[in-house]
């Protein structure tokens, strides 16, 4: 038996999630004030993400209390409809996107943190917001993959989906600045413009990557042998 039920830690990491928007739409930054807000960056859009996916999982957990007190055919088929939508949701949203903002976050800041997240932030963002927003990300969904079986759609269509979300969002940066005249992070003032078309290019090669990684991870903890050996132990 696990130490804390799966459905207390969707519980808590939920009103972690809520913790962080709250504090983070309560700061005071330039950067929010332009065209675009806080929908300008990844990262808020990642934690909305998640904190959704989240809010699914739980509406999942208290309806499947319901449902097994009543025996409603009507509400196990509705059942079954959030449980493909949260099952989808993780495979192409949470996991890559979320994994996504961690690796590439983590990875320019140690590079060079002007970069993606300049030194005049810590300012205005606690490190314990920073690393809320752009660390437990990881952790969390790891929790949620290895606590709950989630069915992946076919590889083909879960990849065309993660692409089509990844193209929106770069053409979103690119007319954020058609818009503005400037770019949502100082890495691609620094670029040209083939270098902004390769360095996006990357990155959505990185994301599709991550996609197949969660895939395989999803299968690896939860495929049959592995299930049957765990259960016999």
């Given at each position: 038996?696990?130490?804390?039920?799966?459905?207390?830690?969707?519980?808590?990491?939920?009103?972690?999630?809520?913790?962080?928007?709250?504090?983070?739409?309560?700061?005071?930054?330039?950067?929010?004030?332009?065209?675009?807000?806080?929908?300008?960056?990844?990262?808020?859009?990642?934690?909305?993400?998640?904190?959704?996916?989240?809010?699914?999982?739980?509406?999942?957990?208290?309806?499947?209390?319901?449902?097994?007190?009543?025996?409603?055919?009507?509400?196990?088929?509705?059942?079954?409809?959030?449980?493909?939508?949260?099952?989808?949701?993780?495979?192409?949203?949470?996991?890559?996107?979320?994994?996504?903002?961690?690796?590439?976050?983590?990875?320019?800041?140690?590079?060079?943190?002007?970069?993606?997240?300049?030194?005049?932030?810590?300012?205005?963002?606690?490190?314990?917001?920073?690393?809320?927003?752009?660390?437990?990300?990881?952790?969390?969904?790891?929790?949620?993959?290895?606590?709950?079986?989630?069915?992946?759609?076919?590889?083909?269509?879960?990849?065309?989906?993660?692409?089509?979300?990844?193209?929106?969002?770069i053409l979103w940066t690119y007319w954020v600045h058609q818009v503005t005249g400037?770019?949502?992070?100082?890495?691609?003032?620094?670029?040209?413009?083939?270098?902004?078309?390769?360095?996006?290019?990357?990155?959505?090669?990185?994301?599709?990557?991550?996609?197949?990684?969660?895939?395989?991870?999803?299968?690896?903890?939860?495929?049959?042998?592995?299930?049957?050996?765990?259960?016999?132990?």
């Amino acid at each position: 038996m696990a130490l804390i039920p799966s459905q207390i830690l969707r519980i808590a990491i939920l009103l972690s999630y809520f913790s962080i928007l709250c504090h983070y739409k309560a700061l005071d930054m330039p950067a929010r004030q332009t065209y675009g807000g806080s929908w300008k960056f990844l990262t808020f859009i990642d934690l909305v993400i998640q904190a959704v996916f989240f809010a699914l999982c739980v509406l999942i957990d208290v309806s499947s209390l319901m449902t097994r007190a009543s025996e409603n055919r009507e509400q196990e088929r509705q059942l079954r409809k959030l449980i493909s939508l949260r099952d989808w949701m993780l495979a192409v949203l949470a996991f890559p996107f979320g994994v996504f903002v961690v690796f590439t976050f983590w990875s320019l800041y140690l590079y060079d943190r002007e970069l993606i997240y300049p030194k005049l932030l810590d300012n205005f963002i606690p490190q314990w917001l920073n690393h809320g927003m752009h660390t437990t990300v990881l952790p969390f969904i790891i929790i949620e993959m290895r606590t709950t079986r989630h069915r992946y759609p076919s590889r083909s269509c879960g990849l065309a989906a993660v692409c089509c979300f990844g193209m929106g969002y770069i053409l979103w940066t690119y007319w954020v600045h058609q818009v503005t005249g400037m770019w949502v992070y100082p890495i691609l003032e620094r670029i040209t413009s083939l270098g902004r078309f390769l360095f996006f290019a990357v990155l959505s090669a990185v994301l599709c990557v991550f996609y197949v990684l969660g895939e395989i991870l999803n299968s690896y903890i939860w495929d049959q042998p592995h299930t049957a050996k765990v259960k016999g132990e």
